[in-house]
């Protein structure tokens, strides 16, 4: 044993590892020792440091958090070809999906290769083809287009789209929505085919996706993205998240970060104003605008449209 009290510091290690290290079955029974998975053990004292980062995270970062440590842990027992897949890949990612942590692991093997199993783990086979998985964060991961794909299975068409929203976007690069859609026509997945057509690559964030699905799927049209504002002497003004010029009607999601930081609300104060100067109407919509009735978030946009002289 170290002085840490474990010969692997602080990371995930197999039994048969320990034993090979002269770690005693006694020892690793023992209450310092966490059990995730059958034959996994790891340190369960915590870094002082890292504790106090940790209590800075919001709870859903401490959710993702833990959820990349779960990973760390079962990677322990993957065989040397096995990765991360499906919607667990996408999450490794750092794509926004449902945050079911308990059922997001999925891990794959390429036949006859059967992947490690595990309580709380999917494994999956996948028919034999040229390896795409790439090392994040120190493990296997499969590649996005492939994962999305794959995530299929598992995610409604609504989360498809806004993973694949995060995926196109313009800023991240990571692939592009000719790439998902050359992936599904190789897997002979003809159901996504509806899905990318709603796909677009100017959504910033995941409520922005789901606002403007919930917009056209409510009769109204479809916002146009990231469309920015000038003076007439072509001066930058702001960048809205979704707007119809046509009818200078803005749209904008606003996250619970404008409300809490002083700060950003001075900026954006002076932003509406000068947006209003443009002959804008902005329309803003809060967290309880969409939850749990939607519709309100409808009628607003609605309201502002009518007034712009749309009409339906």
């Known amino acids: 044993m170290t002085t840490q009290g474990s010969p692997f510091g602080n990371e995930p290690f197999t039994v048969a590892a320990a034993l090979a290290a002269g770690v005693g079955r006694g020892a690793l029974a023992g209450a310092r020792f966490d059990a995730p998975f059958r034959g996994v053990r790891q340190w369960n004292r915590e870094d002082p440091g890292e504790l106090a980062k940790r209590d800075k995270l919001t709870p859903k970062q401490r959710e993702l958090q833990d959820f990349k440590k779960r990973c760390r842990q079962f990677a322990t027992r993957m065989g040397d070809t096995d990765f991360f897949s499906h919607g667990t890949a996408l999450i490794l990612r750092g794509v926004p999906t449902p945050q079911d942590w308990d059922k997001a692991m999925h891990i794959s093997g390429i036949r006859p290769r059967n992947p490690a199993r595990s309580a709380g783990v999917v494994s999956h086979r996948l028919a034999p083809r040229e390896a795409a998985f790439r090392a994040i964060g120190g493990l296997r991961v499969e590649h996005p287009v492939r994962a999305w794909v794959q995530a299929s299975t598992h995610l409604t068409d609504v989360?498809?789209?806004?993973?694949?929203?995060?995926?196109?976007?313009?800023?991240?690069?990571?692939?592009?929505?000719?790439?998902?859609?050359?992936?599904?026509?190789?897997?002979?997945?003809?159901?996504?085919?509806?899905?990318?057509?709603?796909?677009?690559?100017?959504?910033?964030?995941?409520?922005?996706?789901?606002?403007?699905?919930?917009?056209?799927?409510?009769?109204?049209?479809?916002?146009?993205?990231?469309?920015?504002?000038?003076?007439?002497?072509?001066?930058?003004?702001?960048?809205?998240?979704?707007?119809?010029?046509?009818?200078?009607?803005?749209?904008?999601?606003?996250?619970?970060?404008?409300?809490?930081?002083?700060?950003?609300?001075?900026?954006?104060?002076?932003?509406?104003?000068?947006?209003?100067?443009?002959?804008?109407?902005?329309?803003?919509?809060?967290?309880?605008?969409?939850?749990?009735?939607?519709?309100?978030?409808?009628?607003?946009?609605?309201?502002?449209?009518?007034?712009?002289?749309?009409?339906?």
């Open 159 to 312: 989360e498809l789209i806004v993973a694949a929203d995060h995926l196109v976007a313009r800023r991240r690069g990571l692939v592009t929505i000719d790439q998902l859609r050359a992936e599904a026509r190789r897997s002979r997945t003809p159901a996504l085919e509806p899905v990318l057509d709603r796909v677009r690559e100017g959504s910033e964030s995941p409520w922005e996706t789901r606002l403007r699905l919930i917009l056209v799927d409510a009769g109204l049209p479809e916002p146009d993205l990231a469309v920015e504002l000038r003076t007439a002497d072509g001066r930058f003004l702001a960048r809205l998240d979704q707007g119809y010029p046509r009818y200078r009607v803005g749209v904008e999601y606003d996250g619970r970060q404008h409300a809490e930081s002083s700060a950003q609300f001075a900026r954006d104060a002076d932003r509406w104003r000068d947006i209003a100067d443009q002959g804008w109407d902005l329309v803003r919509i809060l967290h309880h605008h969409l939850d749990p009735d939607p519709n309100v978030a409808i009628d607003l946009v609605r309201r502002a449209l009518l007034r712009a002289g749309w009409r339906a």
